[in-house]
């Protein structure tokens, strides 16, 4: 078989979290009542006049800079035509060929290997209604249409076709994301739609120089459909040329339920938009004085606090790299180490047991019960020597669970380690009684049958022995 090489390009589409919508004064705001959210403006009603809201190009050019894109000075917007139902106008005002940035990039790491992203375009443009479907689109008797969505601002930021598997695509959405989030401009949660992909992917033999023959897949929700709907598709296109068929350019959704991606419509039945510039909007002029404004007032970024974190609290590149890997872990980190001055030792709680734990039950970091300071009062009962770092773990498990404070906890469970030296000394003297074999090995110069010795004194005690202690008197004892 060929080896074969695969191209992405992803389109992202992020909803801006401005109050108002971008053409109107209608709230933005998710959910509400179907249809309450939506003025004349919304509905395109005869009369009507769109008014572009300047904080949406002011959160537009705020992303642009976040991804290192180069600001248009002059833009315009034009009306891309099409018939929906989700789209009362028959026109969703977008920008085409003079769009607010272009030329940026961003940079991502696969398996140890950095990797320059290019970004070839941002561009502003309204969102659409939704249709609300009884069950799945083919089967549903009927649809209801809910123009809440419609005008809500939204930047779509176009790759250059750079990708060269579905982890560097992931990595380039999670990147990118994170760059959004910190940038304050918009929450970009996946599962509330506001930020969405559509991916460009086609293959073609190692060492050809054109492009393969794409296929697009519409609206992946989740990195983990993302990652599968890639892997899918680079599989089904391979699998055709290596049958001597050819792929064809067309438009496909990735049905999550049956795990594979399925066609909706090929390049023949493709929309031909008629793009034309929208004459009810002004072209949009920016003079560079407020673009150096908002680059002054950009936060800091996820890689500069990757930097920082190394630098300034001597944290290993890995650790950096996952706490800045989104704006919710970061800041949790940030607050942790306000209440407990040991960066290292939170970085190994956040990213061992809290991970675990938050995997395990299918949470994100803003739902977890655990305060940030509460996790430092763990930590300062262990350096207390209240409990030990086995025990730390247990009663760590019991925040989670119901949130209550560490101290509470040790208390109520009666999870105190034992530092009296009398009550160890006399369970240390029962485990070398009953264990004579290990403690002939240990006599005998293996060393490290100490351990087991060790073991046998934190099961006998429940793991509530100080084990330094432990250790230091079984010792003692055998020497
Ligand atoms: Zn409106």
């Known amino acids: 078989m060929k080896q074969y090489e695969t191209v992405i390009g992803i389109e992202v589409h992020v909803e801006l979290k401005t109050n108002t919508k971008i053409f109107c004064n209608s709230t933005t705001e998710f959910g509400g009542d179907p249809n309450h ?9 005869p009369g009507t006049l769109p008014v572009l809201n300047k904080k949406v190009v002011e959160y537009a050019v705020r992303a642009s800079l976040a991804l290192n894109c180069k600001v248009a000075n002059f833009s315009k917007f034009d009306r891309k035509n099409y018939y929906y139902p989700d789209l009362p106008k028959n026109y969703q005002i977008s920008q085409y060929d003079l769009p607010i ?20 375009r941002l561009h502003m443009e309204e969102d659409a209604g939704k249709l609300v479907h009884q069950g799945n689109i083919v089967t549903t008797p009927y649809s209801l249409v809910d123009y809440n969505r419609t005008g809500v601002p939204l930047i779509e930021i ?23 989030q910190y940038t304050g401009v918009s929450d970009c949660r996946m599962e509330e739609g506001s930020l969405r992909c559509d991916v460009n992917v086609s293959v073609r033999p190692v060492g050809q120089k054109e492009f393969g023959t794409k296929a697009e897949i519409k609206n992946l929700n989740s990195f983990r459909a993302l990652q599968r709907a890639l892997d899918f598709e680079v599989e ?27 066609s909706m419509r090929s390049k023949e039945q493709a929309h031909d938009y008629r793009y034309f510039p929208d004459p009810d909007l002004v072209p949009l002029v920016l003079d560079n004085q407020w673009i150096d404004f908002i680059r002054e007032s950009l936060p800091e970024l996820p890689d500069q606090r990757r930097a920082r974190y190394i630098q300034e609290y001597g944290l290993p590149e890995y650790d950096a790299s996952i706490l800045t890997l989104t704006k919710e872990i970061s800041d949790y980190f940030e607050e942790a180490i306000e209440h407990y001055n040991n960066p290292k030792a939170i970085s190994n709680w956040l990213m061992g047991e809290l991970s675990r734990l938050l995997n395990a039950a299918g949470l994100d970091i803003t739902a977890c019960k655990i305060k940030p300071a509460q996790l430092a009062e763990m930590l300062k009962l262990i350096d207390k020597g209240t409990i030990s770092g086995k025990i730390a773990k247990t009663v760590f498990e019991e925040m989670f669970v119901s949130g209550k404070e560490p101290e509470t906890i040790v208390k109520e ?31 005998a110069g293996k060393k490290q049958a100490i351990g087991f010795l060790v073991g046998q004194v934190m099961r006998a005690t429940k793991g509530k022995a100080n084990p330094e202690m432990v250790n230091k008197m079984l010792q003692e004892k055998l020497s």
């Open 37 to 45: 959210h939506a003025c004349p403006v919304c509905l395109g009603l």
């Open 101 to 120: 940035a272009e030329h940026g990039y961003l940079d991502i790491k696969v398996d140890g290997q950095e990797k320059r992203i290019g970004i070839t």
């Open 413 to 443: 469970k009666g999870l105190v380690q034992i530092s009296d030296e009398g009550a160890i000394a006399s369970i240390v003297e029962q485990v070398i009684a009953a264990n004579p074999k290990s403690v002939q090995d240990y006599h």
């Open 236 to 262: 089904r296109q391979i699998g055709v040329l290596e049958s001597g068929g050819k792929v064809i350019q067309e438009t496909r959704t990735w049905d999550e339920a049956r795990g594979m991606t399925v």
């Open 158 to 180: 176009v790759s250059e076709p750079d990708m060269r598997s579905s982890e560097e695509a992931r990595s380039y959405v999670e990147k990118l994301k994170a760059i959004i």
